[in-house]
């Protein structure tokens, strides 16, 4: 009936395959498939057992994600896995590419496993606000004991094949020819060997209860507030107690649960954001340009980053500096990086000096004539920024790409420094630029296409989350944060403390408070902004000047051992300044505002409604291509939960409507502030959603 999965007979040898491309997910007709498949071999008196592999690139990556919040047809995948592990007959999974999720559940649901060797398997099904659902919690602790196991559920991490066979969940590792040595193995195993009936892990009941403990500690700092770790460790705590089918109820209740969740919609959302985020009109229009060499101009903390992930990326860098001094300061700069790694033992020494082998400092812009494309990262200052495009417009070679890493200024006011503006875009990396997974393409009007999906072609190669921003002050991320921003001051001048607002901030799930985020970046960026900016603020627009006062007693932040907070003796966590807050009081009384209290609910329900109302806008003014865009970038740059989707999915799941009362209500209290988005008014009106805008 359907034809994504076949069944050859090589000679006694049942040969199940699975084509479902891209990644053979396991969606209806392949979890029907195999199944009728399985019962016509082991019916098939000529057959002695069976082999599970998939065709194309890699055995299923998991459930069929998109099928996910629909109605489920039956059969569904922990029927067809049980009929799997009770078939009479010896089955074999043989896997390649990455055996993930509902896929590696039908592996350790088979009786053998035989792995490709650069196969990785794993259970990523955490990174969707969800767990194992078709009896991976059960299975795998069952093989491999529970510290492993957690291991691999927890973190979603995949692993290699020899990880894997190492902790006794492959049988035997190939390489070449993985459907003939599957055959092989096939025609050797003799008998049925059920996961189920697993049980040498879980003699030691101390050592088990240990782990789960050690795990239950590990989730309540690093995965705070998720759910689909509680119900991990649930489900593998039962293994203790329960019977396997037992366990496998409970294991399907904690599903559906988180299946139910705000917090696998958010994930789930976020998956395919960051996999939309990518497609954009121009790389549809045209192919990138080479990319094999990369000139970066500016040695300092991001030159330095950005050079740290072009060279892990495999790219060829040649470093620019103005003097022996500086170069020999920026090649310092991207070693310490890697002596960290080292000292850390992520990395070897040998493996450091291979990288560094890509690696060229020079003092000269001829050195950049044939590079591909160069990214400048000099100090963000407009005159400085020109100066270096006109250098390199005179030595770079036609064809390369020119791109600016700033975080504010406009493109076009750089690309007319040269006489190639067409070939200039925006690359605003973030700070660790080698750890940050976001990456803003800025896209002027003039670029061309082929440049822009150079862009997108140089982020794939450094494994970032390319997000396209339109070329407009602050782009889509520091546009939206400026909002916020001023938000958050507000909230401070009319009561609440900056530890209030750092406090509801960790309780959503950020992993650190914007005052702490400032204290960080340095506060005297943004003071530096604000004075440039004063001569031509609107005079009708609130001024809050908290931050101002703090700068003017030298504090700007974790670097100066003050700001927000106090790092004492150079602590990386600060405590609570007094002084600060009496800097706030003093403000509040010469102003006459009288403090009121804001609970952590409605600090949230602020915070949220500018960010969403300045998504409204960077929509409306085609700076972000849709709301997912948005979100990608709050993410993957900002710390916003991912288990949340994004400020805009947040917005869809809390209610538009909602949102836009809560605006109308705060616009009583500051008109210019808060006037609602039209888009956001109108999207109302019409009974829409941000996701409706994301398929649109
Ligand atoms: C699960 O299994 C639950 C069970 O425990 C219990 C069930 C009862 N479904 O990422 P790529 C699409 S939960 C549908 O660009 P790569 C993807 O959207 C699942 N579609 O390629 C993209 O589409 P498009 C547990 C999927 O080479 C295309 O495939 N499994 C799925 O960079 C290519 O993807 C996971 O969480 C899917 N499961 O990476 C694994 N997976 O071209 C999720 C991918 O239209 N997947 N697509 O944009 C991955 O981690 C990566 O896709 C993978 C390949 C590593 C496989």
Redesign the pocket.
């Given at each position: 009936m359907f034809d994504q999965v076949t069944r050859t007979n090589e000679q006694n040898i049942a040969v199940i395959e699975i084509n479902n491309p891209?990644?053979n997910?396991?969606?209806y007709a392949v979890r029907k498939g195999i199944l009728d498949c399985l019962k016509v071999a082991e019916a098939d008196d000529a057959v002695t057992a069976i082999v599970i592999i998939g065709s194309g690139?890699?055995f299923?990556?998991?459930?069929?994600?998109?099928?996910?919040g629909t109605v489920?047809k039956e059969p569904?995948?922990?029927e067809v896995i049980d009929h799997i592990e009770s078939c009479s007959k010896p089955v074999v999974a043989a896997l390649h590419?990455?055996a993930?999720?509902?896929?590696?559940?039908i592996a350790l649901g088979s009786h053998y496993r035989i792995a490709d060797a650069n196969a990785?398997v794993?259970?990523?099904?955490v990174?969707?606000g969800?767990?194992?659902?078709?009896g991976?919690t059960q299975r795998l602790p069952r093989l491999c004991g529970a510290a492993f196991a957690l291991d691999v559920m927890l973190k979603?991490t995949?692993i290699s094949a020899k990880a894997a066979k190492d902790a006794g969940l492959i049988d035997r590792i190939t390489k070449g020819d993985l459907r003939r040595a599957a055959i092989t193995f096939a025609n050797e195993v003799r008998t049925v060997r059920k996961t189920c009936d697993e049980t040498s892990q879980l003699k030691d009941h101390a050592a088990y209860r240990a782990d789960l403990a050690a795990a239950h500690k590990m989730i309540t700092t690093r995965m705070k507030g998720q759910i689909a770790p509680l119900k991990i460790i649930a489900c593998v705590e039962a293994i203790l107690e329960k019977p396997f089918h037992e366990g496998r109820q409970l294991e399907r209740q904690c599903?559906m649960d988180c299946m139910a969740s705000d917090q696998s919609k958010g994930m789930i959302h976020a998956?395919?954001a960051e996999?939309?985020s990518?497609?954009v009109p121009e790389a549809s229009r045209a192919e990138p340009r080479i990319l094999e060499t990369l000139g970066v101009v500016g040695g300092g903390t991001m030159g330095a980053g950005i050079t740290v992930a072009a060279l892990n990326g495999g790219l060829p860098v040649t470093m620019i500096e103005r003097d022996t001094e500086s170069i020999a300061r920026g090649r310092g700069n991207v070693e310490k990086v890697y002596d960290r790694l080292v000292a850390k033992g992520r990395m070897t020494t040998n493996e450091k000096n291979t990288l560094m082998t890509l690696y060229t400092g020079s003092t000269n812009y001829n050195d950049l004539s044939n590079v591909d494309m160069v990214i400048e990262a000099v100090f963000e200052r407009l005159d400085v920024k020109r100066a270096v495009f006109e250098k390199l417009d005179k030595v770079i070679k036609p064809g390369a790409v020119l791109a600016s890493n700033t975080s504010y200024l406009n493109i076009d006011s750089i690309s007319s420094a040269t006489k190639r503006p067409d070939q200039v875009i925006g690359l605003h990396f973030f700070s660790p630029a080698n750890i940050m997974k976001l990456l803003e393409i800025v896209v002027p009007e003039q670029a061309a296409d082929d440049v822009v999906a150079t862009g997108f072609s140089l982020a794939k190669r450094l494994r970032k989350v390319p997000v396209r921003a339109g070329n407009a002050t602050g782009f889509i991320g520091n546009r939206i944060l400026g909002k916020y921003g001023v938000c958050a001051a507000h909230m401070m001048e009319d009561g609440a403390t900056p530890y209030e607002i750092d406090n509801a901030l960790l309780d959503f799930g950020y992993p650190m408070g914007i005052h702490a985020m400032y204290d960080l970046a340095g506060l005297d960026i943004g003071w530096d902004n604000r004075k440039a900016a004063a001569p031509t603020r609107d005079p009708d627009t609130r001024y809050v000047t908290i931050a101002d006062r703090i700068c003017e007693n030298g504090w700007f932040g974790q670097k100066t051992g003050r700001g927000f907070y106090i790092y004492k003796d150079g602590a990386r966590r600060g405590s609570h300044d007094p002084e600060v807050l009496s800097i706030i009081a003093d403000i509040r009384s010469k102003k006459g505002i009288t403090p009121k209290s804001f609970s952590a609910t409605e600090i949230m329900e602020r915070y949220l409604a500018a960010m969403v109302n300045e998504g409204c806008e960077v929509l409306r003014e085609g700076v972000a291509l849709k709301p997912s865009d948005i979100d990608v970038t709050f993410v993957y740059g900002y710390g916003f939960p991912r288990y949340r989707g994004g400020p805009m999915k947040y917005a869809d799941m809390y209610g538009v409507q909602k949102m836009l009362t809560n605006i109308q209500k705060y616009e009583k209290e500051d008109p210019v502030f808060w006037k609602p988005s039209q888009l956001l008014v109108d999207m109302v009106a019409q009974g829409k959603e941000f996701e409706d805008l994301n398929k649109g």
């Open positions: 891209p990644v997910a396991l969606g690139r890699t299923p990556a998991g459930a069929d994600i998109t099928e996910f489920m569904h995948l922990p590419g990455t993930l999720g509902g896929g590696f559940e990785r794993g259970l990523p099904e990174h969707l969800l767990l194992p659902g078709a991976g979603g995949p599903f998956f395919f996999r939309s990518a497609k």
